[in-house]
């Protein structure tokens, strides 16, 4: 049975607390019997839990993504899922299991309410219409008025799209970036852990681990087979009450709906580093192709999981020259994989991290970076900023959605 060296080694890097819903285990209720250890999506590549002195035990905060399958094989109910820690606490909008909110006519759907996995989106997409088709019978009919705007062209979305048309309900979906939501952004090659799920009009999606362009090129067969329509490149502004109905302005148009699906992504503007220079070409905020930056000098920006595969990833290609800069002294929220990978990479001379610095300026064909000891010019090609996004919490305030913090609470 595996020993207490996993726990150690991340409470070591300081990779303690869980980046989405995790399991909590209650010791006195939990008999040891293995069940959530095996039934876990990421074991055996990854121990996320364990069984140490007869009793389960989270080791790897940071490699469980919110699966909750431990959770329904428990066969003494010792497991709950929660959001956050008593540490670190997640703002969540108020969601109620029907996948409405406060306010009236607003569902929230995927990742936005907390739940990035694959199967976890699909699944909240196709129900919140089925609740929304219910919501509907008890708001007068108006021809003129969309029965419901899907906001979001993720998993969520799509399943939510996809329902709409099975049910006839007079819909649109919009998208603000790409087709697929946050799995198209991921560099090319990258491997997507997911479940079978049931997708309306489609059937049982039997995906578990693929690639991001099998999967992408799936919901477009998908969207070619059943003719569903996305409106791109328009970002949503605001809700607010028009009488019976709901005035949705985006960026590019204005629409009146009974209902209107939440279905975005939590971090779906990237973080800027707000620094003279950033508006140059040569920035940019997502790695698609590592193979773009072939023979150039790149900085990474950043000290996550996304930064770290984006770091390694282009120092795998020829003639890179890589630095990866992070303000911190450590990587204390990436999983241990891609510390490992940092490493390889370092020893083998193929990239250069710096830590404990900051990025000052960005010029044509350089860099200047603050250190602890002063000042660092580095030459430069290209920059690409890994900092997370930024919530739309503003926003959803804005439309009256309330924001709970959860502090280890579902």
Known sequence: MVSAST??????AGLTQPASLHPVIDTSRCIGCESCVHACPEFPAHQVLVILSGKAHLVSPTDCIGHGACQRVCPTGAISLVFGTAERGVDIPFVNPDFSTNVSGVFIAGELGGMGLIRNAIEQGRQAIGSIASYLKSIPTDDEVLDVLIIGAGP????????????????????????????????????VMTAPADLPLVGRVKFRETTKEKLVGFWEKVRETTGMEIGYGER???????????????????????????????????RKLGVPGEEHNKVSYALLDPAEYEGRRVLVVGGGDSAL???????????????????????????????LAVDEMVAAGRLRVMFESEVENIESDVVVLKTAQGHTTIPNDAVLVCAGGILPDGLLRETGIEIETKYGTL
């Open 156 to 191: 969520a979305g799509i399943a939510a799209t996809l329902g709409a048309m099975e049910g006839k309900l007079r819909h649109r979906t919009i998208e603000q970036h790409a087709f697929g939501g946050t799995p198209a952004n991921f560099p090319r090659g990258k491997i």
């Open 309 to 339: 595969e984006a770091a390694t990833s282009i120092a795998r290609e020829p003639g890179t020259e890589v630095v990866l800069s992070y303000r911190s002294g450590a990587f204390s929220r990436a999983k241990q994989k891609n510390r």
């Open 236 to 270: 949503l502004l605001g809700i607010e009450r028009d009488g019976a109905a709901l005035l949705v302005t985006t960026s590019e148009s204005t629409y009146r709906a009974r209902s209107v699906l939440l279905a975005i992504g939590r971090r779906g503007t990237p």
């Open 7 to 12: 726990l150690e080694e991340s409470e070591d």
